[in-house]
């Protein structure tokens, strides 16, 4: 089994930056493919950024695009969401997300996804 544990989130003004963390531990050398999603009250939960096994390609949602990068270091089993710019709407509790099986499914989607953190909660104010 993998788990995953979120750090970093919090309350911020509009404009201010935040870097999340994400730590994994267990059967790391399982993990594939890592994402950060989102969920915001009354929302759907939603992809925000994915990251291949190397760290080499990246791919983010439109609205976070230059604003949010997502990286990883695989020797200490973390992955990390450097955010930037925030904005009211991004708002939201925060997910990390573990590929444990290599698939076919898109990393947008949370169906690519075995492993979950608990989230964390970031809070943009105007």
């Known amino acids: 089994q993998v788990q995953l544990v979120e750090s970093g989130g919090g309350l911020v003004q509009a404009g201010g930056s935040l870097r999340l963390s994400c730590s994994a531990s267990g059967r790391t050398f399982s993990i594939y493919r890592m994402g950060w999603l989102r969920q915001a009250p009354g929302n759907a939960r939603e992809f925000v950024a994915a990251i291949s096994r190397s760290g080499g390609s990246t791919d983010y949602t439109d609205s976070v695009k230059g604003r949010f990068t997502m990286s990883r270091d695989n020797a200490r089993n973390m992955a990390l969401l450097q955010m930037n710019i925030l904005k009211p709407e991004d708002t939201a509790v925060y997910y990390c997300?573990?590929?444990?099986?290599?698939?076919?499914?898109?990393?947008?989607?949370?169906?690519?996804?075995?492993?979950w953190g608990q989230g964390t909660q970031v809070t943009v104010s105007s």
């Open positions: 997300a573990a590929e444990l099986t290599p698939r076919t499914i898109a990393a947008r989607s949370s169906y690519a996804y075995g492993a």
